[in-house]
């Protein structure tokens, strides 16, 4: 319970998925004096829906590569965009607001005003559409903006320098980042952001001179132009990107990352919609314990109070607009809405250096339900509003960046100094962080960081593939990791030579602990998460991670590296042997399939390549970075090309494309609608399929394909009542606490499915199984005592539900042509190392039926 308050007490932050919008449905003039609904994320609606996105759309993620977006040239760094055609479906219209296809005109108008605006092109979405940053600021020449740079990079690699710059002090441009319409139904952040860049463009004004002589304001114009477009929160992937910055498997979020390593910007906002009152940031507990939550709180509660005064300013009002006052959760909530995970865009600029970052969340709600049934007038008026809130919370952000241009600075390179240095962090007080009221031991959220990690070559390294995507990710956020020219002693362990060290005394080791770390259980600390709670990298992606937590480190061994040693080899003599482990492995391997190449199974799940076959092996090995080592073993079970069909959300799909299997998306209505079997070896279903709905024809088909041709491998609830409804396997499903998530201990009986797969798993909305009939076999299951490691899982209100009750129970079973699974191994396309036992299982079931005859 918070100790002081300015405002009254408002509830817990979180209610039922039907609330994410009804908090706004009572909108209209005339409704003076309506409560403020709670809210919640909108996102997990997302993790129970069949995805039904294209695979071209997934090809294009898959293969984006974003590249820096700094450059040595000045500004204006002007060019004319070619406007793409018209589209009159983009759902804009309907509000009155700029179609996507209307932006790159406007763009060019607004570079055309004078020589404050430039434009880049710093990717494209997984729709296609091009994605563009905008720099308002004053004209520089070729040498200031090296100036800058260097002074940018100052501030970051050497901090304790650049504390003491007078150049810094005097010339640095105090870069600030507001990022629009990552929600692409979330829209009104880019019309705002037009608005202001074409009255920046052009006043004369002594604030605003000031304003752009002394920084530098970015602005994404639409984060998402491919739900913009459609009116979709998410992009054509399906993915909810403001879920995606720890795993970054979209091309969009690449890009944001980029920006944001690229500009290091000290103040942040990300426009959203729709909460009533406007919602801005900081959070409830809990708070991410990587952070420098000090300084954050500091600066970002300090602009918050400043948005909060500019939104109430402009009149509107209950009774006349259906506007509620603004709220900041920090002040105004007890929880419900936290910054724990890296997930978010604020959240993970705070790791980048800024220091004053926000979700805001506009007022009146214009997507899903509202957009289909109010009259156009209406939505207009709200979409108005909106923009006229968004442009007063950016409005009030520069001018708090102005005016606090050298504390937020100071506080940036702090940020960079205390993790070069090593230093603790420091707890969150009333003593601390003066001026932030009600700050009491529930806000206070610290780790210990260890000396290093590790990440080794060699045993006890589990996959040398899994440790190099690893090492990869963490330069892409860049951490800085180096790699060792010897053997060396750490931490009472020997590493081989080629072992890659994280040093943790480094300017972002706030990030790289949020990737590598197990993380927390915070199960006792709060009551509800607004979303994941657990993510470990160094548990989740397959390789072998140690914590070294004191030691000297071998720095005359240790070289900084650019990119991961590639791991691509193939031996050079007898068959090979391709380890089934992660996803690039399973992504040979199904190349190597579709090219029609001979390959068979071994015992433990690997795949064996006959001789003839080895320059087929060199192709994949370079094109996947996978590793073909010679055996002795010719394997047991031909493996074929696999025709998939899924029903599964949209993260899975991505998933499943991302080891390169070949899937159709199928629903309850694609199969009522008759849906020809016939290309089909395996069904893999977790969402949107239900026995009880399809029509006689379809479930005859159904059970047609599974009793003679097909596999089913299923997940959750929803897959496992499916494979009992046709009698595929007997398992009774328990459900846990649906609010649950987190990083999970299991133990593996082995074999081809689970065999030599990583002693951690993920769990969202947990279930295990019980009840099983005499031909099931328990592939995994959840550690005995507790088996989470870092998350949120409390039991139920009645007791169950809890970890516990799972404790020891099946989370992974299979029988004759089926699995089922109850954790989440491919969940939003984020724990690599779970992926290849949904792969392995995919085969097993399909063997199985071809064994059986089918």
Same mark, same amino acid.
């Given at each position: 319970m918070r100790?002081?308050r300015t405002?009254p ?9 039907a609330?994410t919008?009804a908090g706004?449905?009572l ?5 003076a004096?309506a409560?403020?609904?709670p ?5 997990p609606?997302?993790?129970r829906?069949a995805a039904l996105?294209?695979?071209s759309a997934?090809?294009?993620?898959l293969a984006t590569?974003?590249?820096r977006t700094?450059?040595?040239s ?9 406007p793409g055609p018209?589209?009159?479906a983009d759902?804009?219209i309907?509000l009155?607001l ?6 790159a005109?406007k763009?060019?108008?607004?570079q055309?005003l004078?020589?404050?605006v430039s434009v880049e092109v710093v ?5 296609g ?6 720099t308002v600021t004053a004209p520089?020449? $070729?040498r200031?903006t ?5 002074m !940018? ?9 650049a504390?003491k ?7 640095y441009?105090?870069p ?8 692409g139904?979330e ?5 705002a952001?037009?608005g ?9 004004d002594?604030k605003?001179?000031?304003l752009?002589s002394?920084s ?10 491919d739900g ?6 998410t992009n054509?992937?399906g ?8 795993t970054?498997?979209q ?6 990352r980029?920006?944001?390593?690229d500009?290091?910007p ?12 406007t919602?801005?940031?900081?959070t409830?507990p809990?708070?991410?314990e990587?952070y420098?939550?000090d ?6 509660y300090a602009n918050?109070?400043g ?6 300013g402009l009149g ?8 509620e006052?603004?709220q900041?959760p920090?002040r ?5 809405? &936290? ?12 790791f ?6 926000h979700?805001v969340?506009i007022?009146?709600?214009v997507?899903?339900e509202?957009?289909d049934t109010l009259?156009?007038?209406?939505l207009?008026?709200r979409?108005?509003i ?5 442009g007063?919370?950016i409005?009030?952000?520069l001018?708090?960046?102005r005016t606090?241009?050298? @504390? ?13 240095a ?6 969150v ?7 932030v009221?009600?700050i009491g031991?529930e806000?206070?959220?610290? #780790?210990n960081f260890? !000396?290093?990690y590790?990440?080794?070559a060699?045993p006890p390294?589990?996959s040398? #593939?899994?440790?190099?995507r ?6 892409a956020n860049?951490v800085?990791?180096?790699?060792a020219?010897?053997p060396?002693?750490?931490?009472g362990?020997t590493y081989?030579q080629?072992s890659?060290v994280?040093?943790m *005394?480094?300017p972002k080791?706030?990030?790289a602990?949020a990737?590598l ?5 915070i ?7 607004y979303d994941i709670?657990g993510w ?5 992606w397959?390789?072998?991670v140690?914590?070294?937590q004191?030691?000297s480190l ?12 590639p791991v691509a ?6 068959r090979? !042997?391709?380890?089934? &482990?992660t996803?690039?492995e399973i992504?040979?391997l199904?190349?190597?399939?579709q ?5 068979r199974q071994?015992?433990?799940g690997s795949?064996i390549?006959?001789?003839?076959a080895r320059?087929?092996a060199v192709?994949?090995?370079r094109t996947?970075?996978v590793?073909?080592?010679a055996t002795h073993?010719?394997g047991?079970t ?6 998939l069909? $899924?029903?599964?959300?949209?993260g ?5 494309r991302e080891m390169?299997?070949e899937?159709?998306p199928v629903?309850? $209505?694609?199969l009522?609608a008759?849906f020809d079997?016939?290309?089909t ?7 949107g399929?239900?026995?009880d709905a399809l029509?006689p024809a379809a479930?005859?088909?159904l059970?047609?394909f599974?009793t003679h *041709? ?7 609830t929803t897959?496992?009542?499916l494979t009992?409804? #046709?009698?595929r396997?007997a398992?009774?499903p328990?459900?846990g606490n649906?609010?649950a998530?987190?990083?999970v201990?299991?133990?593996n009986t ?5 065999g ?5 798993s993920f769990?969202?909305?947990p279930?295990?199984?019980t &009840?099983?009939?005499p031909e099931?076999r328990?592939?995994? @299951? ?12 409390r039991?139920?209100?009645d007791g @169950?539900?809890g970890?516990e009750?799972a404790?020891g ?5 299979s029988g ?9 191994p491919l969940?939003?396309d984020?724990?690599?190392g ?5 792969a392995r ?10 064994e059986?005859?089918g």
């Amino acid at each position: 319970m918070r100790t002081t308050r300015t405002a009254p007490a408002r509830p817990v932050l979180i209610t039922a998925l039907a609330l994410t919008t009804a908090g706004s449905l009572l909108l209209t003039p005339g409704s003076a004096g309506a409560d403020t609904e709670p809210v919640t994320r909108e996102g997990p609606a997302l993790d129970r829906q069949a995805a039904l996105t294209p695979v071209s759309a997934a090809e294009r993620a898959l293969a984006t590569n974003v590249g820096r977006t700094d450059s040595a040239s000045g500004y204006p760094r002007e060019q004319v965009l070619t406007p793409g055609p018209e589209n009159p479906a983009d759902k804009s219209i309907e509000l009155g607001l700029t179609p996507y296809h209307a932006i790159a005109p406007k763009l060019n108008a607004l570079q055309a005003l004078g020589d404050r605006v430039s434009v880049e092109v710093v990717g494209r979405s997984a729709g296609g559409h091009r994605l563009y940053l905008v720099t308002v600021t004053a004209p520089e020449s $070729a040498r200031q903006t090296r100036a800058q740079e260097r002074m !940018r990079e100052l501030i970051e690699k050497a901090a304790a320098v650049a504390a003491k710059s007078p150049e810094i002090k005097a010339r640095y441009k105090i870069p600030l980042f507001v990022n629009n319409n990552i929600h692409g139904n979330e829209w009104e952040g880019t019309d705002a952001s037009l608005g202001l860049i074409k009255q920046l463009a052009t006043a004369n004004d002594t604030k605003t001179k000031d304003l752009l002589s002394r920084s530098r304001l970015y602005f994404n114009i639409t984060a998402n132009p491919d739900g913009r477009i459609a009116g979709t929160r998410t992009n054509a992937n399906g993915f909810d990107m403001n879920r995606d910055f720890v795993t970054a498997s979209q091309p969009e979020v690449r890009a944001m990352r980029q920006i944001q390593i690229d500009k290091q910007p000290a103040v942040m906002l990300d426009l959203h919609g729709y909460v009533n009152g406007t919602l801005i940031e900081p959070t409830t507990p809990p708070h991410g314990e990587n952070y420098e939550y000090d300084l954050f709180l500091k600066n970002t509660y300090a602009n918050a109070l400043g948005m909060e005064s500019a939104v109430n300013g402009l009149g509107y009002t209950p009774a006349k607009d259906g506007v509620e006052p603004a709220q900041i959760p920090f002040r105004d909530q007890q929880e419900g809405w &936290d910054d724990w995970p890296p997930i978010f865009t604020p959240q993970y600029a705070a790791f980048q250096g800024t220091v004053a970052a926000h979700t805001v969340e506009i007022p009146l709600a214009v997507n899903n339900e509202e957009y289909d049934t109010l009259p156009t007038a209406e939505l207009r008026r709200r979409s108005a509003i909106n923009v006229d809130v968004a442009g007063a919370a950016i409005r009030a952000t520069l001018d708090f960046t102005r005016t606090h241009r050298g @504390s937020l600075i100071a506080d940036q390179i702090e940020v960079f100094r205390r993790g070069a240095a090593g230093e603790a962090q420091i707890p969150v007080s009333q003593e601390t962080v003066p001026g932030v009221p009600g700050i009491g031991p529930e806000d206070v959220y610290t #780790t210990n960081f260890p !000396r290093a990690y590790v990440i080794p070559a060699g045993p006890p390294q589990r996959s040398a #593939t899994a440790a190099a995507r690893l090492v990869d990710h963490l330069l892409a956020n860049d951490v800085t990791v180096t790699r060792a020219t010897r053997p060396f002693r750490l931490a009472g362990r020997t590493y081989a030579q080629g072992s890659y060290v994280i040093d943790m *005394h480094q300017p972002k080791r706030g990030l790289a602990n949020a990737l590598l770390a197990d993380g927390t259980d915070i199960s006792s600390k709060v009551s509800v998460m607004y979303d994941i709670s657990g993510w470990s990298l160094g548990r989740l992606w397959g390789a072998t991670v140690k914590p070294a937590q004191s030691g000297s480190l071998p720095y005359d061994a240790l070289r900084t590296i650019e990119r991961a040693t590639p791991v691509a080899h193939v031996a050079p003599y007898g068959r090979l !042997r391709l380890r089934l &482990d992660t996803p690039q492995e399973i992504a040979a391997l199904n190349d190597l399939l579709q090219q029609g190449i001979s390959l068979r199974q071994a015992p433990d799940g690997s795949a064996i390549l006959q001789p003839s076959a080895r320059k087929a092996a060199v192709t994949a090995a370079r094109t996947h970075d996978v590793a073909f080592e010679a055996t002795h073993t010719r394997g047991t079970t031909e493996l074929r090309r696999l025709r998939l069909a $899924a029903a599964v959300t949209a993260g899975e799909l991505f998933a499943l494309r991302e080891m390169n299997f070949e899937v159709t998306p199928v629903s309850t $209505a694609v199969l009522n609608a008759g849906f020809d079997w016939s290309r089909t070896d395996a069904l893999f279903v977790s969402a949107g399929l239900s026995y009880d709905a399809l029509n006689p024809a379809a479930r005859k088909a159904l059970d047609t394909f599974l009793t003679h *041709h097909g596999g089913l491998v299923g997940r959750g609830t929803t897959g496992a009542d499916l494979t009992s409804a #046709t009698g595929r396997l007997a398992a009774k499903p328990v459900e846990g606490n649906g609010d649950a998530n987190g990083v999970v201990q299991v133990v593996n009986t082995g074999g081809r499915i689970t065999g030599g797969a990583p002693d951690h798993s993920f769990v969202y909305a947990p279930v295990w199984f019980t &009840d099983l009939g005499p031909e099931a076999r328990v592939e995994q @299951s959840y550690t005995t005592g507790n088996p989470l490691l870092s998350g949120h899982w409390r039991p139920l209100e009645d007791g @169950s539900g809890g970890p516990e009750a799972a404790a020891g129970q099946a989370s992974v079973v299979s029988g004759p042509g089926a699995v089922l699974f109850g954790t989440e191994p491919l969940f939003r396309d984020h724990p690599k190392g779970e992926f290849a036992q949904v792969a392995r299982a995919l085969f097993t079931v399909a063997q199985a039926s071809q064994e059986s005859g089918g």
